[in-house]
């Protein structure tokens, strides 16, 4: 995947004056890390931001060119809208591309299992690793296929990843990714009519008798 490069533009708004940042169509952003002397607050155009930000991950190297100079981060957080789904605000972390960084990295589900096919159950287990590396050496994602899922109970887990040359996986490697399972079948116990009408009697017969005592009373 080619780097992607985002302008940036520092900024001076803050608090509630970042809304008509927003409204002119930009994007508030900071910039932190040990690699900067001090956090830089930046805003994006929000249509070029959205445009790169829908496709990389925690783990993808993301250039940010501010004010001529290009800063090389890895996306931290980012606050959406809650209704609409636009970008409202977005953490980028500064790294240097000669010191490992260690961060998270997705896992994506590729395939059909043929166990699934016949019957069985997939379970889904963690979606992502972490590993640490080089900034350049981190991968994207990691696809696992779920082809190698033949019968019930085959299952695949973390050690199962081909770590790439200079990637170290800092997970668990006994955590579970996906396993298939036989489905299980709910039953649902009868009750037979009889044990209904002999858990009514009693009630209808305390009835019987508190209306005798009180037809008794009023003569």
């Known amino acids: 995947?080619?780097?992607?490069?985002?302008?940036?533009?520092?900024?001076?708004?803050?608090?509630?004056?970042?809304?008509?940042?927003?409204?002119?169509?930009?994007?508030?952003?900071?910039?932190?890390?040990?690699?900067l002397k001090a956090p830089i607050a930046v805003s994006l155009d929000l249509r070029e931001a959205t445009r790169v930000l829908r496709h990389v991950g925690s783990s993808t190297l993301l250039t940010?060119?501010?004010?001529?100079?290009?800063?090389?981060?890895?996306?931290?957080?980012?606050?959406?809208?809650?209704?609409?789904?636009?970008?409202?605000?977005?953490?980028?972390?500064?790294?240097?591309?000669?010191?490992?960084?260690?961060?998270?990295?997705?896992?994506?589900?590729?395939?059909?299992?043929?166990?699934?096919?016949?019957?069985?159950?997939l379970i889904t287990g963690v979606e992502s690793v972490e590993v640490e590396a080089l900034p350049q050496d981190l991968p994207e994602n990691f696809t696992v296929d779920l082809s190698v899922l033949k019968a019930i109970g085959d299952g695949i887990h973390v050690s199962d990843l081909i770590m790439p040359a200079g990637v170290e996986c800092l997970s668990d490697p006994e955590e579970l990714i996906a396993v298939v399972t036989a489905p299980t079948i709910e039953v649902v116990e009868e009750v037979e009519p009889t044990e209904v009408v002999a858990?009514?009697?009693?009630?209808?017969?305390?009835?019987g008798k508190a209306q005798e005592e009180s037809e008794e009373g009023e003569d």
């Open 1 to 35: 995947m080619e780097q992607e490069v985002l302008k940036a533009t520092v900024r001076t708004e803050t608090g509630k004056k970042v809304s008509a940042l927003r409204r002119a169509g930009q994007l508030p952003a900071v910039i932190y890390g040990k690699a």
């Open 64 to 121: 940010l060119e501010v004010e001529g100079r290009e800063i090389p981060t890895l996306v931290r957080e980012r606050q959406r809208d809650f209704l609409r789904g636009d970008f409202l605000h977005v953490d980028f972390l500064a790294i240097s591309l000669t010191e490992k960084v260690r961060t998270e990295v997705s896992i994506v589900l590729d395939g059909v299992s043929q166990a699934v096919k016949d019957g069985g159950l």
């Open 199 to 207: 858990e009514l009697e009693p009630e209808i017969i305390e009835k």
